[in-house]
């Protein structure tokens, strides 16, 4: 079905065209839930919760811009307002004031590494890095507005990011060192 027939239809609250969107947008989404949250039932209220409100505000959508944009950014919405709601973005460091230098990965080490291990990984960030980690390197938002959807100060955001890289860098190379030493076996 053509996107903006399937949208017409939403706003007009057909159960077919509500169905349909659902199936073809749930998948990508419980990504994005699942990329903000660790527990996996967690991450499915929010998918359900996230299509609650893009049927309830669907009226809302102007077509100003593409609706799989206006869609992610309902369901980002959600997981912030539960990570906030349940205080889950209290950093779990101190942060300091000052910047930390994060060596740059090395491009060769992140080609032996599947999507899903790269994920995993994120997933096991602490809340606040894997929340900035999210909304800057995926969703592309800047460090200013960050700081603004998160209520945190812009050095704040920063610093979280620089955190999250570097303990994904460890993460990766403990998983390439693991790989090396099972093929060595071998």
Partial sequence: MDEQL???GCKRGETSARKELYELYAPAMMSVCARYVRDRETARDLLQDGFIKIFTKIQTYSATG???AWVRRIFVTTALEYLRKYDALRLSAPIDEYGEQVEDA???????LSADDLLECISRLPNGYRTVFNLYAIEGYTHK???AMLNIQEITSRSQFTRARKAL???VQSLITQDDVSRNRT
């Avoid at 090395?106 to 032996?112: F, G, Q």
Wanted: no cysteine.
């Fill in 6 to 8: 399937l949208i017409d």
């Fill in 66 to 68: 593409p609706f799989g």
């Fill in 106 to 112: 090395d491009a060769s080490v992140l080609d032996r």
């Fill in 145 to 147: 507005e960050i700081a």
């Fill in 169 to 171: 860098q460890e993460m």
